[in-house]
């Protein structure tokens, strides 16, 4: 049986099949969506080919009944994310004869996000990579290159610097995985649970505010926090895996960086298109829920 940590030694030639991998996946999904009866998506469908080649000109390109945007946006990227893990961890118990507690940390914080999201794999179809975005080089990339080959950094990381945690460290890097995934699923779940039924005794104690539209914005629980609070708190997990690492590097906080700025931008995308559809309605939501992400911060 091939040892998991044959993914450390041929880490460059797994990447860069996945990256002809994305290019040939690609040009399939571009060429097959000059077809017949194909949905095409508003941003990926103008004058440039070169700019629809990247964002996707179909919306939910499939094979038969078998949805390639839906399945590309959990499985292999996540799913190749935790083996990546797991191939870091064995190269460092063959190379010190024992896991260190940051790669089991790491590993297993990693391994509860990839389990949430695939637990509550119905959420991603309300996402706006789902229901908005054409399947093009953007998202394929994103799903097959991106998550498995930068989320696993830090295991890689640790497999050439392990780090020793103080006790004092290891409980504070517990509470704070503890209070962002909290407020990551908390909200969400809170978020689902409303939208599908409002008077469900778990949310219909919760304030809201009624727009013309007919719909209810939520201003109590975790959405009278921040209007993006489940993105502070997926934030706050993104540090609890880069801090095992030690300081000696900016390199394994390079994902909790990038993810700041992503978060950031995604805020205001998503407030843009709020205002978009809800109006005045929305000035006045923004008025009672006044942060966007930290409280008192921003």
């Given at each position: 049986?091939?040892?998991?940590?044959?993914?450390?030694?041929?880490?460059?030639?797994?990447?860069?099949?996945?990256?002809?991998?994305?290019?040939?996946?690609?040009?399939?999904?571009?060429?097959?969506?000059?077809?017949?009866?194909?949905?095409?998506?508003?941003?990926?469908?103008?004058?440039?080919?070169?700019?629809?080649?990247?964002?996707?000109?179909?919306?939910?390109?499939?094979?038969?009944?078998?949805?390639?945007?839906?399945?590309?946006?959990?499985?292999?990227?996540?799913?190749?994310?935790?083996?990546?893990?797991?191939?870091?961890?064995?190269?460092?118990?063959?190379?010190?004869?024992?896991?260190?507690?940051?790669?089991?940390?790491?590993?297993?914080?990693?391994?509860?996000?990839?389990?949430?999201?695939?637990?509550?794999?119905?959420?991603?179809?309300?996402?706006?990579?789902?229901?908005?975005?054409?399947?093009?080089?953007?998202?394929?990339?994103?799903?097959?290159?991106?998550?498995?080959?930068?989320?696993?950094?830090q295991a890689r990381?640790?497999?050439?610097?392990?780090?020793?945690?103080?006790?004092?460290?290891?409980?504070?890097?517990?509470?704070?995985?503890?209070?962002?995934?909290?407020?990551?699923?908390?909200?969400?779940?809170?978020?689902?649970?409303?939208?599908?039924?409002?008077?469900?005794?778990?949310?219909?104690?919760?304030?809201?505010?009624?727009?013309?539209?007919?719909?209810?914005?939520?201003?109590?629980?975790?959405?009278?926090?921040?209007?993006?609070?489940?993105?502070?708190?997926?934030?706050?997990?993104?540090?609890?895996?880069?801090?095992?690492?030690g300081f000696g590097?900016?390199?394994?906080?390079?994902?909790?960086?990038?993810?700041?700025?992503?978060?950031?931008?995604?805020?205001?995308?998503?407030?843009?298109?709020?205002?978009?559809?809800?109006?005045?309605?929305?000035?006045?939501?923004?008025?009672?829920?006044?942060?966007?992400?930290?409280?008192?911060?921003?």
């Amino acid at each position: 049986m091939l040892p998991l940590s044959w993914i450390y030694d041929q880490f460059l030639a797994l990447l860069t099949a996945a990256c002809v991998l994305t290019v040939l996946l690609t040009v399939y999904l571009y060429l097959s969506s000059f077809g017949r009866s194909k949905v095409l998506s508003s941003g990926g469908n103008t004058e440039s080919k070169i700019y629809n080649f990247f964002i996707g000109r179909e919306l939910n390109p499939r094979i038969a009944s078998f949805d390639l945007k839906h399945f590309c946006e959990l499985y292999p990227g996540l799913i190749g994310w935790l083996i990546i893990d797991l191939g870091m961890l064995q190269k460092q118990y063959e190379q010190l004869h024992y896991v260190s507690m940051s790669m089991l940390l790491v590993c297993v914080f990693q391994f509860i996000y990839v389990l949430d999201a695939l637990w509550f794999e119905k959420a991603i179809l309300s996402t706006m990579d789902i229901v908005h975005d054409g399947f093009g080089f953007m998202l394929a990339f994103g799903d097959l290159v991106w998550v498995p080959f930068t989320y696993s950094l830090q295991a890689r990381y640790l497999v050439d610097h392990p780090q020793a945690i103080s006790n004092v460290g290891l409980l504070g890097i517990l509470g704070l995985k503890a209070v962002g995934y909290c407020a990551f699923r908390g909200a969400n779940s809170q978020k689902d649970t409303f939208r599908n039924d409002h008077n469900h005794p778990s949310v219909r104690h919760l304030q809201t505010l009624k727009t013309e539209r007919g719909t209810q914005l939520i201003t109590s629980g975790w959405w009278g926090i921040a209007r993006h609070i489940n993105y502070t708190g997926d934030w706050l997990m993104a540090w609890s895996w880069c801090l095992p690492c030690g300081f000696g590097s900016i390199v394994p906080y390079f994902y909790v960086i990038y993810f700041a700025v992503l978060l950031v931008h995604r805020q205001q995308r998503d407030e843009h298109a709020c205002k978009r559809k809800y109006g005045a309605d929305w000035d006045k939501y923004q008025a009672i829920v006044k942060f966007r992400l930290i409280p008192f911060v921003y």
